[in-house]
């Protein structure tokens, strides 16, 4: 099992790394089309904002072998954070972008969302799985606490995409899944032993 | 449920090890930080703040080494600092495995590293550190690195922080530090109405009453070093405590 983490020049990509690896994994960071294309699991992480990371995307030619793979071949992709957000059609952060365009919703700022909750939402928050829909994170059992920094969340035009809600004064998106697609709005590899469980389930997952 | 207050253990760097001082001196040995973050970590901190002191005294890097060391096994969300200077070494402490950067005196030297930092590497990854002493009832700047109360306006400086795009300040009472007589209460609440972001509050506790006391302040974390160092207390029974007082705090 090969995991590729993709490393496009933004983000916090030793905690992923550390966490795959003390989990007893070897990932691997791929930053060009050919490395992107040759892994059997593929994580998206990111932390910052749309612009340097979808130009750093751009610069390494990342984006047509990212849809090669996930969307041709259905290699099962993990976005988290503004990974998850990428993973979108529009992004609404300094400015309006154009995400990879492979879920249909838009990245909106919390308070866009009525939420009157001091922001960037920082900390820890409980999650609660869709039900009906079978993710990573079903069946963990306990109480789902995940780790959160964000200011911005995801607004699905399709419901049913929506795998897990938290809540910050508001309710919102707080995991994805279409079909090989799965990405969370927390981050699991800072999440201790639960997060733990969402990256063993990641790596089994057969989508 | 309102978001959780964190309990974040406050890590201080010095020659590699673990100390904890009082009232920015008098430092005394307080453990390896690799195996201290691991232990926090086990007993559900909520974050770790590591912070090397001697770094912007130096006028040197911070100890990205050290960083390493302790990112490599931590599960748990980390925010590093201590002599930041330029955004080079801010992405260089990234690297490391930080997942959030503190700046307190270098911001004061160049603000505009708030700003450069927040549009870097986002908003909730820059937390900006404000020293306070407290004299004769009035609230003053601190420098660490002289030793020196500075003159400048807390408000004015506090409100700059924000309009150059923290996304969270820690607030630290210096003179609190390790005299386990309580937090500042009346002072931070009078802040708390100025702070839009998320805040942090250190300095002062050295029992759980105190840590209770806290709540008044209305503080999104708890940055405890002193009483989790030298004293019985763990984080496990700090927030059994806050639980039974139904303060809300990340159970499991």
Not at chain 1, 63 to 77: M, Q, R, S
Not at chain 1, 167 to 190: M, R, S, V, W, Y
Not at chain 2, 156 to 165: L, N, T, V
Not at chain 2, 223 to 233: A, E, P, R
Request: aromatic letters at 6%; glycine letters at 10%.
């Amino acid at each position: 099992m090969r995991i590729g983490i993709v490393e496009y020049g933004v983000g916090n990509l030793t905690c992923v790394h550390n966490s795959f690896y003390n989990l007893g994994f070897d990932p691997e960071f791929v930053s060009t089309p050919e490395a992107v294309l040759a892994v059997d699991r593929l994580v998206l992480p990111g932390v910052g904002t749309p612009q340097p990371a979808l130009a750093g995307l751009a610069e390494r030619n990342l984006g047509e072998a990212l849809n090669e793979a996930v969307v041709d071949k259905g290699v099962p992709i993990m976005g988290i954070c503004l990974g998850m957000q990428l993973m979108c059609e529009t992004l609404n952060e300094y400015g309006q972008h154009k995400g990879l365009g492979w879920i249909p919703g838009r990245s909106v700022h919390l308070a866009d969302l009525g939420v009157t909750e001091r922001t960037p939402h920082m900390g820890w928050a409980q999650v609660t799985p869709s039900e009906g829909v079978s993710s990573p994170l079903s069946d963990i059992g306990g109480r789902l606490w995940f780790y959160y920094a964000h200011s911005f969340v995801v607004q699905l035009d399709d419901a049913a995409h929506q795998a897990a809600s938290s809540t910050h004064g508001a309710p919102f998106t707080a995991a994805i899944l279409k079909d090989n697609i799965f990405a969370c709005q927390f981050h699991p590899e800072k999440s201790q032993a639960k997060g733990e469980k969402v990256l063993e389930r990641f790596v089994e997952w057969e989508p | 449920m309102a978001t959780p207050v964190r309990i974040i253990p406050s890590l201080l760097l010095h020659n590699k090890r673990l100390v904890k001082g009082v009232a920015y001196r008098d430092y005394r040995d307080a453990g390896a930080p690799a195996s201290t973050a691991r232990i926090y970590d086990a007993q559900g901190a909520d974050e770790l703040t590591l912070l090397d002191i001697d770094a912007s005294k130096e006028g040197r890097a911070p100890d990205f080494a050290t960083l390493k060391n302790v990112a490599e096994e931590c599960t748990t969300p980390l925010t590093f600092g201590g002599g930041l200077r330029t955004i080079d070494e801010a992405s260089e402490a990234i690297a490391s495995g930080a997942d959030k950067l503190s700046l307190t005196t270098t911001a004061m030297d160049d603000p505009s590293l708030i700003t450069a930092v927040a549009q870097r590497f986002g908003q909730q990854a820059c937390v900006v550190g404000v020293d306070l002493q407290e004299i004769s009832g009035s609230v003053s700047l601190y420098d660490h690195r002289t030793e020196k109360v500075l003159g400048g306006d807390v408000e004015a400086w506090i409100d700059e922080i924000q309009d150059r795009g923290a996304g969270e300040i820690r607030i630290s009472f210096v003179n609190r530090e390790g005299a386990r007589s309580g937090f500042a209460i009346e002072a931070l609440s009078r802040l708390r109405e100025r702070i839009r972001i998320p805040l942090l509050i250190e300095g002062g506790p050295g029992n759980l009453e105190h840590v209770d006391d806290a709540f008044a302040v209305g503080m999104d974390g708890l940055v405890l070093g002193t009483m989790l160092i030298f004293s019985d207390n763990n984080i496990v029974q700090i927030k059994r405590h806050l639980e039974a007082r139904k303060r809300p705090i990340r159970n499991w």
